[in-house]
């Protein structure tokens, strides 16, 4: 089975760019997590989707960050425009349901904003 | 005071050695409890999730005190290969709100 595909694996951007990130999903999962990992830190979960519908973006710096996921499958998170503290790895992850089920994630897009 | 809170490491133990991990967390409310492992520079991978009644997997054991708020994770016999650092995760809202902790890194030596 394949597992969380994201692209770029690694960005290099200046500050005030704007960049995207993808991720497509394990085939049938309904949940889709966006998460930011700083160096050091546990990972930060930014927005949560139940098939195309947000159920969690409390933690989304929306004046600069936006995600969606139009047809309840792959995903795009952006940030426009970008902030040397926001360079960091952007992991996606995807489980079978709503339900606090084991997520599984996808290998990361490490960014670093110069 | 931060949502999820762990040992602050890092935890350099020798082969065979037993070493345990302990994480608190502030919502009283919070309902289901994990352990992930994160190896460097990889993502993060389902350790065992935590069960009321504490459960084992091999070598590992998980323990929840609901009315002290922690969890725990205990790991005998330590291998090299266990060497990672291991991410408590708690979920406060059913199905939504998964915070994780800071991590906790092992290493163990040969």
């Known amino acids: 089975e394949a597992g969380v595909a994201q692209s770029p694996r690694y960005k290099i951007i200046e500050k005030r760019q704007s960049v995207a990130f993808w991720c497509n999903p394990i085939?049938?999962?309904?949940?889709l997590y966006w998460y930011q990992q700083i160096l050091g830190q546990g990972p930060k979960l930014l927005i949560q989707?139940?098939?195309?519908?947000?159920?969690?973006d409390s933690q989304l710096p929306k004046d600069r960050f936006s995600a969606e996921r139009l047809k309840g499958v792959d995903s795009t998170l952006k940030i426009q425009p970008a902030k040397l503290e926001d360079s960091a790895v952007y992991l996606c992850a995807s489980s079978f349901s709503g339900l606090p089920n084991e997520q599984f994630f996808g290998p990361g897009t490490r960014l670093t904003v110069l | 005071r931060k949502e999820v809170e762990q040992d602050p490491g890092p935890f350099n133990v020798p082969e065979g050695a037993t070493v345990a991990f302990n994480c608190t967390y502030s919502n009283s409310a919070s309902q289901s409890f994990f352990w992930y492992r994160q190896d460097c520079r990889k993502e993060p991978k389902l350790l065992m999730s935590v069960y009321s009644s504490g459960n084992e997997d091999g070598r590992f054991t998980a323990q929840l005190n609901r009315a002290s708020q922690y969890i725990s994770l205990l790991i005998r016999d330590s291998k090299l290969s266990d060497s990672a650092t291991y991410l408590c995760?708690?979920?406060?809202?059913?199905?939504?709100?998964?915070?994780f902790g800071p991590g906790t890194r092992l290493s163990v030596l040969p």
């Open positions: 995760v708690v979920n406060e809202n059913y199905g939504q709100n998964f915070v």
């Open positions: 989707f139940q098939n195309n519908g947000v159920v969690d």
């Open positions: 085939s049938g999962h309904a949940t």
